[in-house]
């Protein structure tokens, strides 16, 4: 499966998350998942099966389908129990 | 990019004034405006994206990382740091909460995404991130990104 993590310029947030995702995604050993990072405005639902916001673009991203948001970009912790139940949704674990 | 290079301790300031966030962004900002490292115009570009709805720098944990896009009056890759005592929230929104600002210039994406790469694994160690907020002079900071870079 393909993640995407966004943020506004898909510059600075979106790769940090981006990061930090691929960190939890070898972290558990979920295997086939791919993970990118771009701005809000040039994605689309079609661009990947889930998708990862920082909170400040909840609504904006409302609309893509299935959207995680962020409360924090640097809590591995929120981060490992979001992408574990991404996992379970998808039938990854 | 080693963030020890980007992050020199005369780009690390701490202020036990209290101030809203246009002032903590301009302050962060200074050290790298007295440089060259940044023009005014990326500056006023930081605060304007600000102002216009993004509290998106706020990465959680009271840190903050105020930055634009390159274009937008980056010099040379820089990062500095200001340490408040009192916190100033993004826009005033206490959910935005801020007392450590970050902020970060590249020149060109391409350092700016190995910078905040770099960022987000020191940001994301919760020993790293503790350390950082108790640290109290230039030289703590320093020494413990020094330290977190060795390790790796």
């Known amino acids: 499966m393909k993640i995407m993590a966004m943020c506004s310029t898909g510059l600075g947030s979106s790769f940090m998350l981006r990061m930090n995702i691929e960190d939890v995604v070898k972290e558990l050993g979920l295997r086939d998942v791919q993970v990118e990072h771009s701005d809000l405005s040039s994605a689309s639902p079609t661009s990947a099966d889930a998708f990862f916001v920082a909170k400040d673009l909840e609504d904006a991203a409302q609309g893509l389908g299935d959207v995680t948001v962020m409360d924090s970009l640097i809590d591995k912790d929120e981060l490992r129990a979001k992408v574990k139940a991404l996992a379970e949704r998808h039938a990854l674990v | ?152």
């Open chain 2, 1 to 152: 990019m080693r963030l020890s290079t980007l992050l020199t301790p005369d780009r690390i300031a701490f202020s036990d004034e209290l101030m809203e966030w246009p002032d903590a962004v301009r302050r962060v900002a200074q050290p790298l405006l007295d440089t060259g490292d940044i023009t005014a115009g990326y500056v006023e570009a930081m605060t304007e994206s600000i102002a216009a709805g993004g509290t998106y720098i706020d990465l959680g944990f009271g840190i903050a990382l105020a930055h634009a896009r390159p274009e937008s009056g980056a010099v040379r890759p820089a990062l500095a740091m200001l340490r408040l005592t009192e916190p100033a929230p993004l826009l005033g929104q206490p959910e935005h909460s801020v007392d450590l600002y970050f902020c970060l210039a590249a020149p060109d994406a391409h350092v700016h995404t190995e910078a905040m790469g770099s960022l987000a694994r020191l940001l994301s160690d919760p020993d790293t991130r503790h350390a950082l907020r108790a640290a109290a002079c230039a030289a703590d900071v320093t020494a413990l990104i020094t330290r977190f870079e060795e390790n790796r």
